[in-house]
């Protein structure tokens, strides 16, 4: 017999952004009206969110699109004219945007280009500063853009450099490198603030759900907490104010669909609504007016996509409405059932979730409640491993997390 004890500590979902986590809503969008594709780029600028190039198949595209949220419209922009490519990288300053290096069926590149999101009008720019290379990572902090990481064109060599883009010296200037071990392609990068990010990648047969922050200031790289889910490549995200949304990609058992909010301030992830659109990988995201948006990319059993979908990371939950929410767990520690009781005033159906730290949900349960009183519900946790898991408790427009460590019991 087993003895499952449960250490936990809330996860609030309110309003107010200072709150550790927040659970999303994913809707569908109108789709791209062009090719399905993968390994395309995104940027942001101008409120709005451009995709371009990539591939379907053996055809490479130019075409950059402009998706403007709120009024779900796609508009057709001056084509990229570094031509069709693929596994390029970008970044985004004010209304501009920043696109270089990738590869077509020629070999790979080090060409640079600027858009003007006001004028629909390319410039180019000094080439980017290290090696041709592809499916490198790039952000930007204040005036300055970074490209990092890729590979050569064959796919037999990785790269750990770091090159700072000054927009007004219109220069390159090599910054401190990741360490030895850190080298990789297909990884994510995003800034939050004044620091940036780099998480998950591949070198070879090799991937990674490691963290790391540089600070700008300093030129130094630092070591934060693991990504939430497993070990992967090809991911896709977006920052929404203070906080990241990471998820889908590729590892070893195959395509994902999990996703993951990131704090900063505390250095935690925190387990995000699932994106229902098909587990896939080379996909692409951005994010404007306080929503993310993710979409292409590969599907197994389907291929290459052109859909799209909204992420509101609003809560459900109402401040108001989860003050007043009178939760229980109990017992703690607890053997074989957890049992959750709170004082029902919405007359909703209760559904209980529990995840590993991958995302993948291990158990759930739905309860039928009554309004008036307390209601006790228990969820049979007798066939869980040892290990850390999220507990997420949902009834009506309250939303509650508890992050739950099950241990054997003497």
Request: charged content about 20%.
């Amino acid at each position: 017999m087993y003895e499952y004890q449960l250490t936990f500590f809330a996860l609030l979902f309110l309003f107010n952004t200072s709150t550790s986590a927040q659970t999303g809503k994913w809707t569908k969008k109108k789709s791209l009206p062009d090719s399905i594709r993968i390994e395309a780029g995104a940027f942001d600028a101008n409120g709005k969110i451009y995709i371009l190039t990539g591939r379907h198949g053996s055809n490479y595209f130019a075409t950059v699109w402009e998706y403007t949220p709120g009024k779900d419209t796609w508009i057709r922009k001056s084509d990229f004219p570094g031509g069709g490519r693929r596994e390029l990288a970008c970044f985004s300053i004010g209304n501009k945007g920043y696109v270089g290096t990738g590869r077509d069926v020629s070999g790979a590149y080090k060409d640079f280009y600027e858009y003007d999101a006001t004028s629909d009008k390319w410039t180019k720019k000094k080439d980017f500063g290290g090696t041709v290379r592809r499916d490198a990572l790039g952000f930007s902090i204040g005036n300055k853009g970074y490209f990092g990481t890729g590979q050569n064109p064959t796919g037999t060599v990785n790269y750990n450099d770091l090159w700072e883009y000054d927009t007004s010296a219109n220069t390159w200037t090599q910054k401190t490198s990741f360490t030895a071990g850190n080298i990789r392609n297909a990884a994510f990068g995003f800034s939050i603030g004044t620091k940036g990010y780099v998480t998950t990648g591949r070198n070879l047969s090799s991937e990674y759900n490691d963290v790391w922050e540089y600070d700008q200031t300093g030129n130094t790289w630092s070591k934060k907490n693991n990504f939430g889910g497993t070990v992967r490549s090809e991911v896709v995200g977006f920052v929404i104010g203070s906080k990241a949304f990471i998820g889908t990609g590729y590892d070893a058992t195959g395509n994902l669909s999990d996703f993951w909010m990131y704090n900063p301030a505390t250095d935690s992830w925190i387990p995000e609504t699932s994106f229902p659109g098909g587990a896939r990988q080379e996909g692409v995201a951005g994010s404007a007016g306080g929503k993310g948006y993710l979409g292409f990319g590969t599907i197994a059993s389907l291929g290459a996509q052109n859909d799209w979908w909204e992420f509101d990371p609003t809560p459900p939950a109402s401040k108001d409405n989860y003050e007043k929410l009178n939760f229980k767990l109990n017992p703690n520690p607890a053997q074989n059932t957890i049992r959750i009781s709170f004082e029902n005033t919405q007359n909703k159906d209760v559904s209980l979730y529990i995840y590993d730290l991958s995302g993948r949900e291990v158990n759930s349960k739905k309860f039928s409640a009554s309004i008036g009183g307390y209601q006790t519900f228990n969820l049979d946790i007798s066939g869980i491993k040892n290990g850390m898991y999220y507990l997420k408790f949902l009834s009506g427009d309250i939303c509650k997390i508890e992050k739950l460590e099950v241990v054997e019991g003497p």
